[in-house]
């Protein structure tokens, strides 16, 4: 009923720059927060930024300072910007939302995306 889509993966050096781009599509009344998450090889998924409807945002520690998370309501899409990356910022990052459905009763349901690679490397 509702599905996430991401983009914008890809390669880049230690040090560059990268924009994931998630966009939310289906049966959707409204979106709570929305999130990336990213698991490394061998690795649990873990949180990267979180932002919720009203805009407040939250970051691992790791992050803090180089990744930036934002929304567009209007549009349901999140994006992330990274920068200063390092190679231990590989990883499939997910995108994922809290949606109440437009269905009769309203549903919510949590949602994610496919994931998309992200490998930095020199």
């Known amino acids: 009923q509702v599905q996430l889509v991401e983009s914008g993966g890809g390669l880049v050096q230690p040090g560059g720059s990268l924009r994931l781009s998630c966009a939310a599509s289906?049966?959707?009344?409204?979106?709570?927060?929305m999130g990336w998450y990213r698991q490394a090889p061998g690795k649990q998924r873990e949180l990267v930024a979180l932002?919720?409807?009203?805009?407040?945002?939250n970051y691992a520690d790791s992050v803090k300072g180089r990744f930036t998370i934002s929304r567009d309501n209007a549009k349901n899409t999140v994006d992330l910007q990274m920068n200063s990356l390092k190679p231990q910022d590989t990883a499939v990052y997910y995108c994922?939302?809290?949606?109440?459905?437009?269905?009769?009763?309203?549903?919510?349901?949590?949602?994610w995306g496919q994931g998309t690679l992200v490998t930095v490397s020199s």
């Open positions: 994922n939302a809290g949606v109440w459905t437009d269905t009769t009763p309203h549903r919510y349901l949590e949602v």
């Open positions: 289906g049966r959707i009344f409204r979106i709570n927060a």
């Open positions: 932002i919720t409807s009203g805009g407040s945002t």
